[in-house]
């Protein structure tokens, strides 16, 4: 089995949103700048136009926050009062509606940042996405030949995720801890600087606790992404595979494989967790001692006469207070970690840069009838690989050039290079005279038409399927296309007739049925080329009969190029060019090559082996791989 079905697709919004790079660098950011993806992961919470929404938010979070600190203030300033013999009623009341004041001012001022935080979080996640999901379409090809799709899938989902729990729970968390540590050490210096630098004593344990986890924890998180990365892909590999599988009778594999990868997701879960988890315990701890340290140094400042009660009992909050911070931080830090290796894994792809480019001189293509050259072209997937050889052949306007030759021989890699979804390596390609390598990708698609090997049919109605590649088509125009691609009737018996649903890929239509909705979607594009690849295999006689009635109605007037294993479709090409191992081994009209008695008469004649009259058979025809 060679091929699956045909499916129409007009590229040109894949490539619509192309940027203009240079050619291909992958530009990872690399192990050790962690701070750097940090900075990057919250510059997309804070772009220009959020500039003053963060602004507002923090100057909010920073007046709660002095809220906050008054309270212990005050309190110290009543315990004064009540422990000093001069004290008033009045004074105290009005220390107590001060503390209530600060109390409203630091939950309503506190609440208020927290909304815009939030509402910077997800704005922040929503705009990483559709960059990393609008790049990923910019990609040239190459890149999804490098990448399993489940890896990439995982990029979109787990670690994005990674990245939405570190902008609602940290991003905020981080900016109230910093300005809540900083403006309680400023009051705490102020003060007593004797008292505070008792109460930091135990900070410098706590920062070598916290690198030290950084170190263990770091790497482990990123191999977790990793992980999780290649589970996603096998999980979708299956999935999509299912019928195989089934058909296979490898569910229990299937199940088995599934676990072990999520064995090896655990155990590294649980070490990266649970070195950054260890680190919460070791600061709560470390906080009490700090507590416990300045009620010892404040008891003997007060018995010497050196400080007041408040004083130390206002220390004592502060000092609790500088812990919370302080541990939330360090909470905070397995966020951040899993943050850092998630968004070093989708900034690796928003990196990447497209290899097929547009020219800063790029012109738009100008249609003149449909002049295609190929001349001496060579190509290559991989570098090294060679597997186009000095391709030269030419379609005159209007021409249907057929395209045969046994599997692997370079047949599809042709379209893929005429379609410039890959560049090509020497040689040259002129449509009408131009370069194609000087043209921009968009305009140059608008008018190719491609009827892949590979069928896709989207979630969505039979009428917007159809519509895909010309959203502005009307409704009329379509039923039109399906009639001349034979697919209105089954259309109209369908539940909904056009407005029947299509399941995923358009599993819910046979493949004969899905051929001619993607020639109708090709149709009602209208482009002014054509390219198609085995659109018609695997149907019965009848169907195919159908299929080639509408095919040779959408080839009408186009330049074509049909590529085809069954011989009968291309017999009637202007010319029809034979490929072996990347090289055009022969090219003329079908009676000149069987006159050649060549390559593809021996093509020709192993499919119809038998049925010829006198049962002629070539010798040579055991390549086919039909
Ligand atoms: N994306 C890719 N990356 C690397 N190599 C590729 C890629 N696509 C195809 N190839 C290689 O290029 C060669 C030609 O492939 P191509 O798809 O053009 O063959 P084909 O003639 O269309 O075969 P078939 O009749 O089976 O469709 C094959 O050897 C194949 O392994
Ligand atoms: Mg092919």
């Not at 007593?192 to 170190?215: F, G, K, N």
């Not at 569910?251 to 494989?257: I, L």
Request: net charge neutral.
């Amino acid at each position: 089995m060679t091929t699956t079905s045909a499916s129409t697709t007009k590229t040109s919004q894949a490539q619509a949103k192309s940027r203009g790079y240079s050619r291909a660098t992958t530009a990872p950011t690399r192990k050790g700048d962690s701070s750097q993806v940090l900075l990057r992961l919250i510059g997309y919470m804070i772009d220009r136009e959020n500039r003053l929404r963060l602004v507002v938010a923090t100057l909010a979070l920073l007046l709660s926050i002095i809220a906050l600190i008054a309270i212990p203030w005050l309190t110290g300033r009543a315990i004064n009062l009540l422990s000093s013999s001069g004290g008033s009623l009045s004074q105290l009341r009005s220390l107590i509606t001060w503390a209530l004041v600060s109390c409203a001012v630091y939950f309503l001022l506190g609440l208020y940042a927290s909304r815009q935080y939030s509402y910077l979080a997800t704005r922040g996640l929503f705009k990483l996405q559709n960059d990393l999901f609008s790049h990923m379409q910019s990609l040239s090809l190459s890149f999804f030949d490098r990448q399993p799709l489940g890896q990439l899938v995982s990029r979109v989902t787990n670690d994005a995720e990674t990245v939405a729990q570190f902008y609602e729970n940290a991003v905020s968390q981080i900016i109230q801890s910093l300005l809540q540590i900083l403006l309680i050490l400023g009051v705490m210096l102020i003060t007593d600087w004797r008292l505070t630098i008792a109460a930091l004593l135990v900070v410098p344990v706590l920062l070598y606790v916290t690198s030290t986890v950084e170190r263990v924890s770091s790497p482990a998180f990123a191999r977790l992404q990793e992980e999780l990365g290649n589970m996603s892909g096998f999980q979708e590999e299956t999935i999509t595979g299912n019928k195989v599988i089934i058909s296979c009778r490898r569910q229990d594999w299937a199940g088995e494989q599934n676990e072990k990868l999520a064995d090896g997701v655990f155990d590294v879960a649980s070490k990266a967790y649970f070195a950054a988890l260890l680190q919460f315990p070791v600061t709560s701890v470390l906080i009490l001692v700090q507590t416990v340290i300045v009620l010892i140094f404040g008891g003997f400042l007060v018995i010497d006469g050196q400080t007041d009660l408040g004083t130390v009992t206002a220390f004592v909050a502060y000092s609790a207070m500088l812990g919370t911070p302080l541990s939330d931080l360090s909470n905070i830090l397995s966020t951040a970690l899993a943050a850092v290796a998630g968004g070093r894994r989708v900034f690796e792809v928003i990196d990447e840069q497209p290899t097929v480019v547009d020219t800063p001189s790029a012109q738009d293509y100008q249609f003149q009838g449909g002049h295609v050259e190929f001349k001496n072209v060579d190509f290559s997937y991989v570098k090294g690989r060679k597997i186009l050889k000095h391709n030269t052949f030419e379609a005159l306007p209007g021409q249907k050039i057929g395209i045969c030759g046994p599997t692997g021989a370079g047949k599809s890699t042709i379209i893929n290079i005429l379609t410039r979804y890959y560049d090509i390596d020497g040689g040259m390609i002129l449509i009408d005279g131009q370069d194609i390598s000087k043209l921009t990708q968009v305009s140059l698609r608008q008018q190719i038409g491609v009827v892949l090997q590979e069928a896709f049919l989207f979630t969505d109605t039979v009428m917007n399927n159809l519509k895909y590649a010309r959203p502005d088509a009307t409704d009329e125009e379509c039923i039109q296309a399906a009639q001349q691609a034979n697919a209105h009737e089954f259309i109209t018996r369908l539940q909904k007739g056009y407005q029947t649903m299509m399941t995923e890929r358009g599993a819910n239509l046979s493949q004969g049925q899905r051929q001619m909705l993607t020639i109708a979607r090709a149709m009602v594009a209208n482009p002014r080329l054509l390219v198609l690849d085995e659109a018609t295999s695997n149907v019965d006689t009848r169907t195919e009969k159908l299929i080639q009635q509408g095919l040779q109605r959408l080839i009408a007037g186009r330049t074509s190029f049909v590529i085809a294993h069954r011989l009968s479709t291309i017999r009637d090409s202007a010319r029809i060019l034979v490929v072996n191992g990347g090289e055009i081994v022969e090219s003329g009209p079908h009676d000149e090559l069987m006159a050649a008695k060549g390559f593809y008469y021996a093509l020709y004649m192993s499919q119809f082996k038998g049925k010829l009259p006198g049962g002629q058979a070539a010798a040579s025809a055991d390549f086919i791989s039909t």
